[in-house]
């Protein structure tokens, strides 16, 4: 078995990076180790920049995305029991977007298969050479070598591509403290994200539809979901986000509940001799910048660009670049989400003194149009570094 392009994984990233190979006659195949249903009902990111709906959009798999997804232009930071706008628009002439992770990966399998890409589900990689350069996966009890030109390393954090990069340096930060995620069929109670601060902890109210919302707490890394029955989590939610003004959190059934432990990650450099590592397998952020699919996008993106460049003319310079173009973008996304998650969250090992600047912080965030567009320009997105 031969292939031009192994990619090994079926999130965001391999499957995007397939399609896009396609449109440039690349031929590839996504091998990924769990079933279709599991992939696309794994509740996860749901803000994308503009640069990302650009991608999926002239990717030509923007369709469902323009009819369902929600246009925003701003956000709110509430602490001290007000709400203070962040006027992302009018500070960055650029939108955000909600749509779900869920329907990105569920569109772009449709779309895969329906131009007669290879995409194997159920098919683990055990092991990688670089040099050869193939993969072997294990699929149905049997064992299959596939040889290749190139292979992508798009399998998520806990994959088996970042472990095959000799020489590797890594970067971490561990905090002290996790997400308590839940999706409810319920209206959301807000039109724009409410990113709120609480000494109580950090809470975030986004949506997924004018129907559903989704909701998150700050809670402890070791936390139990079993001590967080409906009504505990709808009142800490309701704790967190009261305001001065009588606003009101609706509640509704909740339909899915899980607990992410929060961290900074990053391995350098992103490529060893014939494999290419993409979003999560290189880089993890905290999900409160919002940042880690659409760094996953910029990444196979640049990498599309690269191995076209390879097959149409037989250069190499962009391959040979993929690396410290994706790390630029990479390391201003980690200081943006290591930002954001310390102005926001209520640290368990705080004194006095640093909590009296994170709220002086907080204060000239929303009272400084300068500090707000610094906020406003990461939170949209930089530029595609090429
Ligand atoms: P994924 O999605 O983890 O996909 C990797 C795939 O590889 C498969 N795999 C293997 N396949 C074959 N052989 C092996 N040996 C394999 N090992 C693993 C896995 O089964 C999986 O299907 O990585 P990818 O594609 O790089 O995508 C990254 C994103 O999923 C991630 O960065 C975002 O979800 C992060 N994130 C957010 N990002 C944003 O841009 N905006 C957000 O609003 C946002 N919110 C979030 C988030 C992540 C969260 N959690 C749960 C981590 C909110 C949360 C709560
Ligand atoms: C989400 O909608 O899941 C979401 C939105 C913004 C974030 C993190 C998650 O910062």
Same mark, same amino acid.
């Given at each position: 078995?031969?292939?031009?392009?192994?990619?090994?994984?079926?999130?965001?990233?391999?499957?995007?990076?397939?399609?896009?190979?396609?449109?440039?006659?690349?031929?590839?195949?996504?091998?990924?180790?769990?079933?279709?249903?599991?992939?696309?009902?794994?509740?996860?990111?749901?803000?994308?920049?503009?640069?990302?709906?650009?991608? /999926? $959009?002239? %990717? +030509?798999? *923007?369709? =469902?995305?323009?009819?369902?997804? &929600?246009?925003?232009?701003?956000?709110? /930071? $509430?602490? %001290? +029991?007000? *709400?203070? =706008?962040?006027?992302?628009?009018? &500070?960055?002439?650029?939108?955000?977007?909600?749509?779900?992770?869920?329907?990105?990966?569920?569109?772009?399998?449709?779309?895969?298969?329906?131009?007669?890409?290879?995409?194997?589900?159920?098919?683990?990689?055990?092991?990688?050479?670089?040099?050869?350069?193939?993969?072997?996966?294990?699929?149905?009890?049997?064992?299959?070598?596939?040889?290749?030109?190139?292979?992508?390393?798009?399998?998520?954090?806990?994959?088996?591509?970042?472990?095959?990069?000799?020489?590797?340096?890594?970067?971490?930060?561990?905090?002290?403290?996790?997400?308590?995620?839940?999706?409810?069929?319920?209206?959301?109670?807000?039109?724009?994200?409410?990113?709120?601060?609480?000494?109580?902890?950090?809470?975030?109210?986004?949506?997924?539809?004018?129907?559903?919302?989704?909701?998150?707490?700050?809670?402890?890394?070791?936390?139990?979901?079993?001590?967080?029955?409906?009504?505990?989590?709808?009142?800490?939610?309701?704790?967190?986000?009261?305001?001065?003004?009588?606003?009101?959190?609706?509640?509704?059934?909740?339909?899915?509940?899980?607990?992410?432990?929060?961290?900074?990650?990053?391995?350098?450099?992103?490529?060893?001799?014939?494999?290419?590592?993409?979003?999560?397998?290189?880089?993890?952020?905290?999900?409160?910048?919002?940042?880690?699919?659409?760094?996953?996008?910029?990444?196979?993106?640049?990498?599309?660009?690269?191995?076209?460049?390879?097959?149409?003319?037989?250069?190499?310079?962009?391959?040979?670049?993929?690396?410290?173009?994706?790390?630029?973008?990479?390391?201003?996304?980690?200081?943006?989400?290591?930002?954001?998650?310390?102005?926001?969250?209520?640290?368990?090992?705080?004194?006095?003194?640093?909590?009296?600047?994170?709220?002086?912080?907080?204060?000239?965030?929303?009272?400084?149009?300068?500090?707000?567009?610094?906020?406003?320009?990461?939170?949209?997105?930089?530029?595609?570094?090429?």
């Amino acid at each position: 078995m031969r292939t031009q392009v192994a990619i090994i994984g079926g999130g965001p990233a391999g499957l995007l990076l397939s399609h896009l190979l396609h449109r440039q006659g690349i031929e590839s195949v996504v091998l990924e180790s769990r079933d279709r249903a599991y992939v696309e009902q794994r509740q996860r990111a749901g803000m994308l920049e503009q640069g990302t709906t650009d991608v /999926l $959009r002239d %990717g +030509g798999v *923007g369709e =469902r995305l323009d009819r369902e997804g &929600l246009v925003h232009h701003g956000l709110e /930071l $509430r602490f %001290g +029991g007000a *709400g203070h =706008r962040v006027a992302l628009t009018e &500070l960055t002439g650029r939108t955000v977007t909600v749509y779900a992770q869920t329907e990105i990966v569920k569109d772009l399998v449709a779309r895969r298969l329906e131009d007669g890409g290879d995409v194997r589900f159920e098919a683990k990689v055990v092991a990688i050479d670089a040099a050869a350069p193939s993969v072997t996966y294990e699929q149905g009890g049997k064992t299959y070598t596939l040889e290749c030109d190139y292979i992508a390393g798009c399998d998520g954090f806990h994959g088996v591509s970042r472990p095959a990069v000799p020489d590797m340096r890594t970067f971490s930060r561990e905090y002290p403290f996790a997400w308590l995620g839940v999706l409810a069929d319920v209206p959301p109670s807000t039109d724009e994200l409410i990113y709120a601060h609480h000494e109580r902890g950090f809470a975030l109210h986004s949506l997924r539809s004018p129907k559903v919302s989704r909701l998150y707490l700050q809670v402890a890394p070791d936390e139990d979901l079993a001590a967080w029955p409906d009504e505990r989590i709808w009142s800490e939610l309701a704790a967190r986000f009261a305001t001065d003004d009588g606003w009101e959190l609706r509640e509704g059934p909740i339909t899915d509940r899980s607990i992410t432990p929060m961290r900074s990650f990053v391995a350098e450099p992103m490529r060893h001799d014939r494999l290419f590592l993409a979003g999560d397998a290189a880089h993890i952020v905290p999900p409160t910048g919002a940042k880690g699919l659409n760094l996953a996008v910029s990444d196979v993106t640049l990498l599309a660009e690269a191995l076209t460049e390879r097959y149409a003319s037989g250069s190499e310079t962009l391959l040979d670049g993929y690396s410290a173009s994706c790390l630029r973008r990479v390391w201003r996304a980690e200081h943006f989400s290591y930002w954001m998650t310390t102005l926001l969250h209520a640290d368990p090992q705080a004194d006095e003194f640093a909590r009296r600047l994170q709220r002086s912080h907080l204060d000239y965030v929303v009272s400084s149009p300068a500090a707000a567009a610094s906020l406003a320009e990461n939170y949209v997105g930089l530029p595609l570094g090429r």
